[in-house]
Antibody, heavy 117, light 110 residues
Framework: QVQLQESGPGLVKPSGTLSLTCAVS?????????WTWVRQPPGEGLEWIGE???????NYNPSLKSRVAMSVDKSKNQFSLNLSSMTAADTAVYYC??????????WGQGTLVTVSS | EIVLTQSPGTLSLSPGERATLSCRAV???????LAWYQQKPGQAPRLLIY???NRATGIPDRFSGSGSGTDFTLTISRLEPEDFAVYYC???????????FGGGTKVEIK
């Protein structure tokens, strides 16, 4: 089964840009899944950020669309998230996941990102 | 975006009891696009049910999903100690393509 691991900074300054990477192992990034990002503010529920296919097609949450960019790097078997103009409201655990059959079958362990100066 | 409302917010039960969790959509959702997740503290969510009633790989058969249209249910037939957690429903919308989650139901030990 697919294994996912997020990496990136745990602290981002206000107005800065978050860059996270999700490494895919025990499977290929070209295996047909849609590669997804979900976040969860401390003590709150889940929020879908967006998804990207192996060919680079994207769907983003309309509420975040103006600040989000996702990409796939087939040579490194990984995909990435950029989220710009960060504020304290973006403080959350960020998860990467693999979706198929319109559901998220595999998840990374998550990484806490704090927005603070 | 299709809004999903989960009820109750908290369910207090004892091990061995039956748990019934509800997920209601403001408009009709295809069963194909409805999923359920379990999340324990400090852990990532885990897929339990997809397509409204299909158990994900490795999920015990005490977990079952049902429903159609705007009303969906997750049932845990007999609660085990490891089942006390938060449960989320999720739907996938096609116009535009997007996931949305319910607010969650916490199943706690009574």
């Amino acid at each position: 089964q697919v294994q996912l691991q997020e990496s990136g900074p745990g602290l981002v300054k206000p107005s800065g840009t978050l860059s996270l990477t999700c490494a895919v192992s025990s499977g290929s990034i070209t295996s047909g899944y849609w590669w997804t990002w979900v976040r969860q503010p401390p003590g709150e529920g889940l929020e879908w950020i967006g998804e990207i296919s192996q060919s680079g097609n994207t769907n983003y949450n309309p509420s975040l669309k103006s600040r989000v960019a996702m990409s796939v790097d087939k040579s490194k078997n990984q995909f990435s998230l950029n989220l710009s103009s960060m504020t304290a409201a973006d403080t959350a655990v960020y998860y990467c996941a693999a979706s198929t059959y319109y559901s998220l079958h595999f998840w990374g362990q998550g990484t806490l990102v704090t927005v603070s100066s | 975006e299709i809004v999903l409302t989960q009820s109750p917010g908290t369910l207090s039960l004892s091990p061995g009891e039956r748990a019934t969790l509800s997920c209601r959509a403001v408009q009709s959702v295809s069963s194909t696009y409805l999923a359920w997740y379990q999340q324990k503290p400090g852990q990532a969510p885990r897929l339990l049910i997809y397509g409204a009633s299909n158990r994900a790989t490795g999920i015990p058969d005490r977990f079952s999903g049902s429903g159609s249209g705007t009303d969906f249910t997750l049932t845990i037939s007999r609660l085990e100690p490891e089942d006390f957690a938060v449960y989320y429903c999720q739907q996938y919308g096609t116009s535009p393509p997007e996931f949305s989650f319910g607010g969650g139901t916490k199943v706690e030990i009574k």
